[in-house]
C-alpha cells in the first residue's frame, strides 16, 4: 500500500511541476525577450519606409520595427501602444513625453545638417521670404511648424504643408510654391530625380539636429542599443547618418 501512495505522491508532484512550467511560459509570452521590444521609426526621405523597415530587421532580428511614413500615424500609434524606443529626428523626439534619448547620430562627425531653399532656376531672394509660398514636409504641429519655420528663414512665409518628401519636387514643377524647404541630403535626392534646373539657397540658420534615438522610461535598453550601434552603412544612410554618439 506504502508504494502505492508514494507513486501517487511523484505523480502529483510531476504534474504541479508541469503545471508552474506552464503558467511561467505563459506569463513570459507577453514580455519582450531581452534587449528586445518595440520599435517605432520615422524619417521623412525619398526611401520606401518599408524598405528601411526591412534593413533594419535585418540587423535587429530581436526587435519589432515599424517605419511610419506620416508623423500623424505615428503620434497615434505612440499614443495606443507606448513603444520601448522612438527614431525620428531630433525635433520630431521632443514632444513625446515619457522618453529619454540615448542616442544621437552623427554624420561626417556632426549632430547636425544642413537645410536650404530649393527652388527653379534661380536662388530664393531672402530679402522677400515673408512673401513667399514654401513648401515643407509637416513634421511638427501646425505652430511650431510655423515657429521652426521662422527661425530657420528668418521670416514668415505661408507653409505648404505635405506629408512626404516625395511631394515637394511637384509643388516646385507645378509652380504652387516658390521654394520647398529640405534637408541637404533629402536636396540631392531631389536633384537627382529632377530634370528640372534646381537651386539652392543656403540658410544661416539652417543647422538641424540629425535623427535621434529615445528609449521609454523604465526599459533596459542595454542590449537592444548595442543592436542599434551596429547597424551596417545601408540602414544607416536610410536614417540620414553615419554613426551614433
Avoid at 502505492?4 to 512550467?21: D, G, Q, Y
Avoid at 521632443?94 to 534619448?101: I, N, V
Wanted: aromatic residues 6%; glycine residues 10%; positive net charge.
Amino acid at each position: 500500500m506504502g508504494w502505492i501512495l508514494r507513486e501517487v505522491m511523484v505523480k502529483v508532484r510531476l504534474k504541479a511541476r508541469a503545471i508552474l512550467s506552464l503558467v511561467l511560459i505563459v506569463a513570459m509570452a507577453g514580455k519582450p525577450s531581452p534587449g528586445g521590444g518595440k520599435v517605432y521609426v520615422y524619417y521623412p526621405s525619398l526611401a520606401r519606409p518599408l524598405a528601411i523597415q526591412e534593413s533594419l530587421a535585418r540587423n535587429c532580428p530581436g526587435l519589432e520595427i515599424t517605419v511610419f511614413a506620416r508623423l500623424a500615424d505615428l503620434e497615434a500609434q505612440v499614443a495606443q501602444e507606448k513603444p520601448e524606443i522612438l527614431v525620428a529626428p531630433g525635433m520630431v523626439l521632443g514632444p513625446f513625453r515619457g522618453y529619454a534619448s540615448r542616442l544621437q547620430g552623427v554624420r561626417n562627425g556632426s549632430t547636425t545638417e544642413n537645410f536650404v531653399l530649393l527652388s527653379l532656376e534661380k536662388p530664393v531672394d531672402m530679402g522677400r521670404v515673408s512673401k513667399l509660398e514654401i513648401g515643407v514636409v509637416g513634421i511638427l504641429e501646425r505652430a511650431e511648424m510655423g515657429a521652426f519655420i521662422n527661425g530657420l528663414v528668418g521670416g514668415t512665409p505661408r507653409l505648404n504643408r505635405v506629408t512626404k518628401v516625395e511631394d515637394l519636387l511637384p509643388l516646385l514643377i507645378f509652380h504652387s510654391v516658390d521654394a520647398v524647404l529640405v534637408s541637404e541630403s533629402n536636396m540631392a535626392e531631389l536633384q537627382r530625380k529632377s530634370q528640372e534646373k534646381l537651386t539652392a539657397s543656403r540658410l544661416e540658420k539652417g543647422q538641424v539636429t540629425l535623427t535621434a534615438l529615445a528609449v521609454r522610461e523604465g526599459f533596459d535598453a542595454k542590449e537592444m542599443l548595442m543592436q542599434w550601434r551596429h547597424l551596417d552603412a545601408g540602414s544607416l544612410r536610410m536614417l540620414g547618418v553615419d554613426g551614433w554618439k
